[in-house]
């Protein structure tokens, strides 16, 4: 029997390997690729972001923000202006990065290069443009508003519009016709598009803030007999319209208090003008006749304090007003240089009219004719504001010493 055939040696079978590695190796490598590619993009992005950057001609430029304007269309102008680099990124970081916060309207001034942070954190906080106003004292309601207007921060009707309701002062002074007195002198300073009526609230917020913290102590102190705040602007505005300076207010209050206590009209001049103003006759002199005019301001013809304050005092007047000073005065004449000489008789107060005024003005009148020049007619001023101040006379009959 013959052997079977020997069957040849079976090679060893290979196994083919398992794909995964390779393909995690290569999906490592991919994601090792986006993340540098992202990690480059943000890189990218951030430093285009941290960028200071300045695209317009120049030292400086200013960029008006209207109201209700969009956040893409103010980026979009920044950008065209200039300011901002890019205002798709800017968009993207206002909603992604500060959760999309309001953009403020207003003027807005660039002065340098700025990063996209810095620009939106400007917008965001309204850091805008202001122009600075100073109402000095003394200015009365149409003159407050010809100032402002003059200024440029608004229209003069639509001013003294807002000035002529007495809503924004009626809970602290009942007795307000318009808000005459409570249009604080001070400095402000107001962002283009600031509206009348805003401005006007400011200056009448600051009178409150000013009598609140300066003046309501001051009255608290009179006690049972504390003048209400319509009487001490009323009588504060007066101050303001007599003293020059500021050692004199309290004296010059406490005159007329004096003659107020004694049922003694005031004869103030300044609210001869006040009343000549209304009735649209002041042209910058007061004349005898014009002490006769028909006005419940005429304190020639009406003992007490006018209906209301004939201009916008200052805190030291306010403060004058709330607390006057003890004197025994009565009567005061200007000395021609901003300060006056005090009286408590008539005749002691005639004595110095002729001396403070008849005579100055004599002399005056008789240098200027020399020189051929008289700025002042003598026949044309009663006193008052045409010469500065001659203070109050004793009613019923007109003062003597009158210049």
């Known amino acids: 029997m013959s052997a079977a055939p020997k069957r040849p ?8 390997g398992s794909p995964w590695p390779k393909r995690l190796a290569w999906l490592s490598a991919l994601l090792l690729l986006v993340a540098v590619a992202a990690g480059l993009t943000a890189w990218w992005l951030w430093r285009r972001l941290e960028e200071p950057y300045q695209g317009w001609p120049g030292g400086e430029i200013r960029v008006a923000v209207e109201p209700g304007s969009a956040a893409t269309t103010i980026l979009e102008r920044l950008e065209s202006d200039g300011v901002l680099s890019d205002a798709r990124l800017a968009r993207l970081y206002l909603v ?7 953009l403020q309207a207003g003027e807005y001034l660039f002065d340098r290069p700025r990063t996209i942070p810095e620009v939106l954190d400007m917008l965001i906080r309204g850091e805008v443009l202001t122009h600075e106003v100073t109402i000095v004292e003394g200015l009365t309601l149409w003159e407050t508003a010809d100032l402002l207007a003059k200024a440029g921060f608004g229209d003069r009707d639509a001013f003294v519009a807002a000035m002529s309701s007495p809503a924004l002062i009626a809970d602290l002074d009942p007795e307000a016709r318009t808000l005459e007195g409570y249009l604080f002198p001070s400095t402000y300073r107001f962002s283009s598009g600031t509206g009348e009526k805003a401005i006007v609230e400011t200056l009448v917020r600051t009178f409150r803030d000013t009598f609140r913290q300066s003046v309501e102590p001051l009255v608290t102190q009179s006690g049972a007999e504390a003048p209400t705040v319509h009487q001490v602007t009323t009588l504060a505005s007066i101050v303001e319209k007599e003293a020059r300076i500021d050692a004199e207010r309290p004296v010059i209050a406490g005159v007329y208090t004096n003659r107020l206590r004694s049922g003694i009209a005031l004869y103030a001049d300044p609210t001869v003008i006040y009343a000549l103003r209304l009735a649209g006759r002041w042209d910058g002199n007061i004349r005898r006749g014009d002490l006769k005019i028909d006005s419940p301001y005429n304190t020639y013809l009406y003992p007490g304090l006018p209906p209301g304050p004939i ?24 000395r021609n240089d901003g300060t006056h000489v005090f009286a408590s008789t008539l005749a002691e107060h005639n004595r110095n009219v002729e001396l403070w005024q008849r005579r100055y003005w004599r002399k005056k009148w008789a240098e200027e004719k ?19 101040k001659t203070g109050p006379k004793d009613p019923p009959k007109p003062p003597k010493g009158r210049s």
């Open 9 to 16: 040696p079976k090679r060893p079978s290979r196994r083919r």
């Open 96 to 102: 992604y990065g500060l959760e999309d916060p309001p």
């Open 311 to 334: 201009a916008s005092p200052g805190r030291s007047s306010l403060e004058a007003a709330a607390a006057p000073a003890e004197v025994p005065y009565l009567y005061f004449v200007s």
């Open 370 to 388: 020399q020189q051929g020049s008289r700025a002042i007619s003598p026949d044309a001023p009663a006193g008052g504001e045409a010469n500065d």
